[in-house]
């Protein structure tokens, strides 16, 4: 109508929901199974329409797989921002199979400026748009971050909430109960909970990519914002959500519990499928966004009051066509969906008043139209025509878009009117009080199953916060009991310690006593030893003279002695002499080395008869050998002789043989000279025969001459030339044949001379050979005997040095009897000088001498004695002093040992002393934990909102704030301090 604003009309429109989509490059795995590109992008400028297996799908954007993260944004989101915060809602969804690149878009690599996707990027462009905006306006931006897995929707930021419900506010428009706001006041902060809520999707999962796939991740942006001059308020939510793998379940052979999740996601994605078909229809009256929480979130954004935007994502891969297919389907019925948008505004009363009486207004004008037109009916009822003139206009009537508005204000005022469009319209062909009916049964149901939905989330939270306290607690008193454990032992170790060292200590001391005694003791006892040995060594030295005095005297007895022992060398050097003369006489070269060395020192006797004893068998030996060895040498020269008489027949033989063949030579030549003088004696024939020959020949001629005249004798001539001529040619035929056999005979004694010739040279060198062979037999024989020689002198040696051993001995053992016996000779006769010497002296002094031998044997015995203790003293002495160092050893080793208990026992103590600390220190901590566990419980404490103002960047944001009124800036200084506060206190939950 006219009199509407244009601002009015801003307020609601139709808006249908975009659909873009995005074609993601072939992957490695793909361009190794050899799979093709099979979307045909058309070319030129049209960026909107693709090709597949000949089918063309129309959307408002496509993205070729070469496009950047940059312009999908730009292109596809970038718009949302200002609408947002101009107060709309706005919702982006990614829909594909898995991946297809959901994540990529949507998120990417948060930090990267190339690969970051939507969120980070509609992040800071709503804080850059903020930074940009009038400085009168203040901003309030919270976010919530959660998951739909087997429909059940978990809370990012907090793990405990498991199983939200999803609730309806008093515009009817649902949202997610019980959902952690968090204020944030930068896009750090965002990312800070991104990267909180990503973590704590890790930790709750095992395998992050299954999960992803199979869960839908909602990240949601609520501003707010206030007009600090005229009170007015906006405000848009924006839902950024990643949605679960479209793909069918055989694909991927989910089995189990694997397929009830499979089931569980698509049934979410089927009913989302469902909502789009039915919103797609615009016949269906009955919308099931109720079927799955996904719709019931998406509620607003499929038909609802909200920007939206579908992205679609594909693999181009022939591999993939199927589900590429039905993901373009799903995006052109998504295509058809209208959304009613309009602002969400917080009007204030005069606002309010103002709408009233415009409504008022309109509906008097509505009235005044409705009475025309009744009156119109009533005229046409009645027959009567009514002129064109008078219609009422009908496309003159009030605006079309009144019942959109309606609905929307509607909504706003919290009118029961049901959220779906064009439900109200549809509605129509039921009676009202019926429709009424259903529509409050259908509503206490829908309420009924919040509230169940309410309590069914609040019961398992707790129970999740319980058992969360138990295994807490259970943890606390399985270390505590660890702990004292641990420190039981401890003590109990230490104790044992302490006591073993007491016993130990005990026992060093028993020792150090013991010592300390026999100590004392064996001082006590040397002294006294020292005191005798003064005595003693006094004694001793008394009775040191009177042994000088018969050592002179044993002396002069040793000369007489040596004496009598040089006569009996000089003897035995003699009889040597002899021997060695005998040696010589007997034994070859081999003996003499044993007599160089002749006895020569006299007082040697014992050796030198030894020695004599040594030579004698050494010869006896040495004669046997010798005889062995002339029997051996002459049997073999016997043998020697033996192989050289053979040798000589052979010789005689051979030389007999050689003699034979020089006489057949001989015979030979002989015969050969034989032949050569009847070989003469025939030729000279033959010349004799030629001779006659040519004579006849010429008496022949002669003849012919005359042959005229005497034809008779011709013919007598002729005849006797024919027989003459017949005997010349049996005479020549004969010599001929005798000279044949002649030379016949010659090559044949030639051949048998040659042959004998080599005969004989064969025989010669025979001959020569066997002379040769003889020769070296000879030689060889030499040198056998030779070695034998050799060798039986060696084996000879070695019997001569084994039977000298066996000598050796026996001279030692007769050797060492004889020296034996020559000592009791020599004692003997020493005694019997002694005893004529004495009685000599004891003619001269009898009883003096008889009293002083006496008084020696007892001095001697007495010395004897004394030597004897004095020897067991000093020994005594020794012991003792070698044993203190160890004993001293002993006790400072003791002593360490003590000390190190002790520094252990401190040690420990102080260990005990740490960890009984600690241990308070953990029970505190505990405590504590329990404590604020317990305060949590109570319920979400206040939340400190973080105002963001207009106009000023983050970075200079606290100044910015400082310099606005003084209620902020008291609210800013608090959350300030409030910054500090740990993270668990400071953000839970928006009251
Ligand atoms: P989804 O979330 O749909 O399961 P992802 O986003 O995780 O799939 O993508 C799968 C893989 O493909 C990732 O490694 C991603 O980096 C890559 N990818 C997806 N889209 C693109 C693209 N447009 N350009 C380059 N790589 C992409
Ligand atoms: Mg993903």
């Known amino acids: 109508m006219a009199m509407e604003t244009p601002r009015e009309r801003e307020i609601a429109a139709e808006d249908s929901i975009k659909v873009v989509c995005r074609f993601r490059p072939l992957n490695d795995s793909e361009e190794k199974a050899g799979s093709k590109f099979i979307v045909k992008f058309p070319s030129g400028g049209d960026e909107n329409c693709i090709s597949i297996g000949g089918k063309v799908y129309l959307f408002d954007k496509v993205f070729k797989p070469n496009a950047t993260q940059d312009k999908v944004y730009n292109e596809a989101a970038k718009s949302i921002v200002t609408d947002v915060l101009a107060g709309y809602n706005g919702t982006i969804f990614a829909y594909g199979q898995t991946s297809s690149g959901k994540t990529h878009t949507m998120e990417g690599v948060i930090g990267d400026p190339n690969k970051q996707g939507i969120i980070p990027r509609i992040v800071n462009d709503i804080f850059n748009h903020i930074y940009g905006m009038e400085e009168n306006l203040e901003f309030h931006i919270k976010v919530s971050y959660f998951e739909i897995y087997m429909d059940k929707i978990r809370d990012l930021l907090d793990v405990s909430k498991v199983n939200l419900s999803v609730h309806e506010d008093k515009n009817r428009v649902p949202f997610v109960k019980g959902a952690t706001e968090r204020f944030v006041s930068s896009p750090e902060e965002v990312f800070e909970v991104i990267e909180e809520g990503k973590s704590n999707r890790h930790i709750a999962v095992t395998n992050m990519n299954e999960h992803s796939s199979r869960s839908h991740s909602v990240f949601l942006i609520n501003v707010k914002q206030e007009n600090l001059e005229n009170q007015k308020k906006l405000s848009g939510k924006l839902y950024l959500v990643d949605l679960a793998g479209s793909e069918k379940v055989s694909k991927t052979g989910a089995e189990g519990t694997v397929l009830d999740e499979a089931k569980n996601i698509n049934k979410s994605l089927s009913a989302l499928g469902n909502v789009i078909s039915a919103l797609a229809d615009g016949n269906k009256t009955h919308i099931p966004y109720r079927d799955s929480k996904l719709t019931r979130i998406l509620q607003e954004s499929l038909g609802g009051n909200a920007r939206t935007t579908i992205i679609i994502c594909c693999s181009p891969a022939s591999f993939n066509e199927s589900e590429t297919k039905s993901t373009l389907d799903f995006g052109k019925r998504a295509k058809t969906i209208k959304n009613v948008v309009c602002v969400n505004e917080e009007l204030t009363a005069e606002e309010w008043k103002r709408r009233y009486e415009r409504e008022k207004e309109k509906v008097a004008r509505w009235k005044g139209k409705v009475d025309k037109l009744e009156s119109e009916l009533s005229r046409w009822r009645q027959g009567e025509t009514v002129k064109p003139e008078e219609q009422v206009n009908l496309i003159e009537g009030p605006d079309v878009t009144t019942p959109i508005t309606a609905s929307v204000e509607g909504k706003l005022d919290d009118s029961p009117m049901p959220a779906t469009p064009g439900g109200g319209l549809m509605i129509g062909s039921l009676s009202n009080e019926e429709r009424q009916k259903l529509e409050e049964e259908r509503e206490r149901l829908y309420q009924q199953l919040d509230d169940k939905d309410e309590e069914i989330n609040q019961q398992s939270q707790y129970v999740e916060k319980l058992k969360e306290q138990m295994e807490e607690q259970e943890e606390l008193i399985a270390s505590a009991r660890r702990d004292y454990e641990q420190l039981q032992q401890e003590m109990n170790r230490i104790q044992q310690e302490n006591e073993s060292a007491k016993e130990e200590v005990k026992e060093v001391l028993q020792a150090l006593e013991e010592l300390a005694v026999n100590y004392d003791q064996k001082s006590q006892e040397v002294e006294l030893k020292n005191k005798e040995q003064e ?72 050796e030198e008869f030894t020695v004599a004893r040594l030579f004698i068998s050494k ?186 051993l066996k000598g050796l001995e026996d001279t030692v053992a007769k050797e060492l009897q004889t020296l034996h016996n020559l000592r009791k000779l020599f004692v003997q006769d020493l005694q019997t000088r002694i005893k004529k010497t004495i009685n000599a002296e004891d003619n001269e002094d009898d009883g003096g001498s008889l009293a002083q031998k006496q008084k020696i044997s007892f001095l001697e015995n007495n010395l004897d004695q004394l030597t004897k203790v004095h020897k067991q003293l000093v020994r005594d002495n020794a012991d003792l002093r070698c ?97 500090r506060i740990p993270a668990a206190l400071m953000y839970n939950g928006y009251a």
């Open 535 to 606: 005595s003693m060594t006094e004694e001793l030295l008394a009775k040191q003279v009177t042994l000088n005095n018969t050592a002179s005297e044993l002396q002069q007895l040793r000369d007489m002695s040596a004496h009598q022992r040089k006569r009996i060398a000089e003897m035995l050097a003699n009889f040597l002499k002899d021997l060695g003369e005998i040696g010589v006489a007997i034994g070859g070269e081999s003996n003499e080395n044993l007599k160089i060395a002749p006895p020569e020192s006299n007082g040697k006797l014992e």
């Open 619 to 804: 010869m006896k030996s040495e004669v046997k050998n010798l005889v062995q060895r002339c029997q051996g040498l002459e049997s073999f020269q016997v043998d020697c002789n033996k192989k050289v008489s053979e040798y000589e027949k052979d010789l005689a033989e051979c030389r007999l043989l050689i003699s034979q063949h020089e006489a057949r030579m001989q015979t030979l030549t002989e015969s050969m000279k034989e032949a050569e003088t009847r070989k003469r004696a025939l030729e000279e024939d033959v010349d004799a025969l030629r001779e006659e020959c040519a004579k006849l020949k010429a008496a022949e001629q002669v003849q012919a001459v005359t042959n005229k005249e005497k034809a008779e004798e011709k013919e007598a001539a002729t005849k006797m030339r024919v027989a003459l001529e017949e005997q010349m040619d049996q005479l020549r035929d004969a010599h001929q044949k005798q000279v044949a056999a002649l030379r016949d005979e010659l090559s044949e004694k030639q051949e048998l001379i040659s042959e004998l010739k080599d005969l004989n040279q064969k025989f010669t060198l025979a001959h020569q050979q066997m002379q040769a062979d003889y020769e070296r037999l000879k030689q060889e024989e030499a040198n056998k005997s030779v070695k034998l020689q050799e060798l039986m002198l060696l084996n000879e040696r070695r019997e001569q040095a084994r039977k000298d």
């Open 883 to 979: 044993e203190l160092p160890k004993l001293e050893k002993r006790l400072r080793a003791t002593m360490e040992r003590v000390k190190a208990l002790e520094t252990a026992l401190r040690d420990a103590k102080e260990g005990a002393m740490r960890d009984r600390k600690r241990y308070q220190y953990e029970v505190d901590r505990i405590k504590e934990a329990v404590r604020q566990k317990n305060l949590a419980r109570r319920g979400p404490s206040a939340q400190i909102a973080k105002p963001i103002r207009a106009g000023q960047h983050h970075l200079s944001n606290v100044n910015a704030i400082r310099t606005g009124n003084r209620e902020n800036e008291c609210k800013n200084a608090f959350i300030d301090e409030n910054k």
